[in-house]
């Protein structure tokens, strides 16, 4: 494989043990951020400055500054109060004074800061209750008026425990001594450097290891910064060259040309209650295009929560059927793998089809059937979780895999996927469906790989839900709310929300309200679903609910995806600001599923956040998914909207996709360049960026 890399003073080759003061602890310790090489060293970048280059006069500090002062100690004293705490006024030259606080302090530290002593001090200013403050600064008395500041901006780097700033800091000097032109190598062709008017990769690490005293701290603070763009436009085209070299890649994967007769799906459709939607159609079309070509199809199909996915998935799964495949449909939950075990049975079964279910509780000799099944090919239609990636299962002949929910599933998965071919060895098509709309700029970085369909219209007949915010001083109100309509033969649901992060406590939150519930509505059927659930008593309830035999679910955020129950219109959130919008928007896509208007009511609990109420207005201002998902795009970024955070799925480093959207097209045909003429850089840049394994496709 050629490579750009020279195998001699290459800083990806150099170890960090040979550094100066790197011992067994501290490698071990940058080994744990993924610091191998003085260039991951180099790569590892400041979050912030520190402005310690010259002092600020106490008078022109306001809250949230950080600030470099210098004063005379005016009084000194160990306060109890709340909490026992060492206090500190200090009065700089021109008579204004800030009180420093300490809530840690030793008896020798409290008996040197007394009054008359001169201080100089770092730190954060805060508005205390009767004057500003500075919580635990560092600072240094000082005996005479030495008049040394720093002379450059102080880089802050992220850390980890046991790792001092002084010892990022002397690491960096000495790995920034090692850069040349010739490394780390400047994988960016020079003309795209010249066309975005970009700094090479020294000069740009240089600068953001050591901002000059001239530098724009907000630039820099903003990453607007063109030393910064470098980095970030790099990374993205990085991202480009891999998405595209796998697109690539599968393009020239051979898959099973399913060109059914349409005899399965003219049933089905005859049989539907509802004819397809123009959207709907659309995108079946797209679809059925793709399976009868011996390319596999790659597409992720987007659809509002309630768009009708499910519809569209069955259709597709009998075009392969029609041409004697089998097709899988996987789900990110056993829950909603069940569901769509039942919806598609119920649609499939008159015409001979019965769907195969392989869950995690299909154990023993039930499992060795299931699984025989699946392998014979009596099994032609099969439904479960991604369990259904495990070596153990093989298919007879697998042409079509459907996954639902797709935001779960990053790239190694979708690659996982193709492994699974069934008969002649070739790749099955992948149908990729997600609720979570995902704004275009989103999809052109994340998912260059994959073609994109969007069902963008709701099918008729549904009302709009009307949402309000209510505060939780009104709780009884609402209750009599729940009361009056389920006294109308409707359901609803109560949600409870995540309280500190800890599902344990969540699910007793759910199990106290629910209690609470049965006793003040009394006469009403009250459930209750949570995660600590077993699989089987929470399907079991779900299972009542749907079925009527309870009027009011109450219920975790267990029930956000994909759980359908048309009579139920009405649904309470109760602390709704804990939640991020797309959260919001899934868990009230639960109503409005049927014919009779649907509320969903926000009981919030006040003072609210300024981005709590934006977040509020937001979704009672529209329910189309898209607005919401590019509004949470702005608000929360990238990481958050496509749920990478918690999958480690795709994940950029320095860029940002929202922040440098301004990049992606550029970083498009940067990448394009790339694989077109410079090609000894396609696996340097991907190593660089994404990890070795990506190179070689072992994921
Ligand atoms: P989602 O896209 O969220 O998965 P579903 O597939 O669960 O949505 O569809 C939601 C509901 O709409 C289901 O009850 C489904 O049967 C119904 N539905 C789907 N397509 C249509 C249509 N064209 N007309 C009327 N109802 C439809
Ligand atoms: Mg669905």
């Given amino acids: 494989m050629a490579t750009a890399v020279p195998s001699v003073h290459s800083l990806d080759q150099v170890a960090v043990q040979s550094l100066k003061r790197v011992g067994p602890k501290v490698a071990e310790r940058l080994a744990k951020l993924g610091i191998q090489s003085v260039q991951d060293l180099l790569f590892h970048l400041p979050v912030r400055y520190q402005d310690r280059t010259r002092l600020v006069p106490v008078g022109a500090l306001r809250p949230g500054m950080e600030a470099l002062i210098e004063g005379e100690i005016r009084d000194a004293e160990i306060g109890a109060g709340r909490r026992r705490s060492l206090k500190v006024l200090v009065v700089d030259g021109d008579g204004d004074a800030i009180l420093l606080r300490f809530f840690h302090f030793s008896t020798q530290q409290a008996a040197s800061l007394k009054s008359g002593e001169r201080l100089r001090c770092y730190g954060e200013v805060r508005q205390g209750p009767s004057s500003l403050e500075m919580i635990h600064p560092e600072y240094r008395l000082r005996r005479e008026a030495e008049d040394e500041t720093e002379a450059a901006l ?188 039942r919806n598609l049975g119920a649609w499939l079964r008159p015409l001979g089809i019965e769907p195969l279910w392989l869950a995690g509780r299909h154990k023993g000799r039930e499992r060795g059937e299931r699984l025989e099944a699946i392998a014979s090919g009596a099994a032609r239609l099969i439904v479960g979780t991604h369990a259904l990636f495990q070596d153990e299962v093989c298919f007879q002949a697998l042409g079509l895999v459907i996954v639902d929910e797709q935001h779960r599933f990053g790239v190694h998965q979708r690659m996982k996927l193709r492994e699974k071919g069934g008969r002649d060895g070739g790749s099955p098509h992948q149908l990729i469906m997600t609720a979570t709309p995902i704004p275009r700029s989103l999809a052109m970085t994340f998912y260059a790989d994959l073609d994109l369909s969007v069902i963008d219209a709701l099918p008729p007949g549904r009302t709009p839900i009307t949402t309000v915010a209510v505060p939780d001083t009104r709780r009884a109100e609402v209750m009599e709310r729940v009361m009056s309509a389920c006294a109308q033969g409707r359901q609803a649901y109560w949600v409870c929300t ?202």
């Fill in 154 to 341: 102080t880089p802050i780097y992220p850390s980890t425990e046991g790792l001092q700033q002084a010892t990022w800091r002397g690491l960096t000097e000495q790995a920034l001594a090692q850069v040349s032109p010739l490394s780390p190598v400047d994988l960016l062709p020079p003309e795209t450097l010249v066309q975005q008017g970009l700094p090479t990769l020294a000069e740009a690490l240089r600068y953001l290891h050591r901002p000059p005293l001239e530098a724009s701290l907000d630039a820099l603070l903003e990453r607007r910064h063109p030393a910064f763009l470098r980095l970030a436009f790099e990374e993205m085209v990085a991202h480009q060259v891999s998405l595209r070299r796998l697109r690539l890649t599968q393009r020239q994967a051979v898959a099973p040309v399913l060109r059914g007769d349409a005899r399965l799906q003219t049933r089905l459709r005859a049989a539907l209650p509802f004819a397809l939607t123009a959207a709907q159609e659309r995108v079946m079309a797209e679809i059925a295009s793709d399976l009868s070509q011996p390319r596999p199809m790659q597409r992720l199909l987007q659809g509002d929560v309630g768009a009708g996915k499910t519809i569209v998935a069955a259709l597709a799964a009998l075009q392969a059927l029609e041409c004697g495949y089998q097709a899988a449909l996987m789900a990110p939950t056993e829950l909603l793998s069940e569901q769509h075990l």
């Fill in 498 to 699: 995540l309280i500190e992060e800890s599902e344990v406590l969540e699910c007793q939150a759910a199990e106290e309200t629910a209690r609470q519930l049965s006793e003040g509505l009394p006469g009403l059927r009250v459930g209750l679903v949570h995660g600590r659930l077993k699989a089987a008593e929470r399907d079991a309830v779900m299972a009542d609910f749907a079925a009527g035999a309870l009027d009011l679910l109450v219920a975790t955020t267990v029930i956000e995806v994909g759980v359908d129950v048309p009579n139920a219109s009405l649904m309470i959130i109760e602390n709704p600001e804990r939640l991020g919008l797309a959260q919001l928007h899934q868990l009230r896509g639960r109503v409005g599923r049927g014919a009779v208007e649907s509320h969903c009511l926000l009981l919030y609990h006040a003072p609210l956040s300024e981005v709590a109420r934006e977040r509020l207005a937001i979704i009672r201002g529209t329910t189309s998914g898209f607005e919401i998902a590019e509004r949470d795009l702005a608000i929360r970024g990238a990481g958050e909207v496509l749920g990478t955070r918690q999958t480690g799925a795709i994940q950029l480093r320095v860029a940002d996709p929202v922040r440098d959207s301004h990049l992606t097209a550029a970083a498009q045909q940067a990448a394009d360049l790339v694989l077109a003429r410079h090609a000894e850089a396609v696996d340097p840049l991907i190593a660089r960026w994404l990890g070795v394994r990506e190179v070689y496709g072992q994921v």
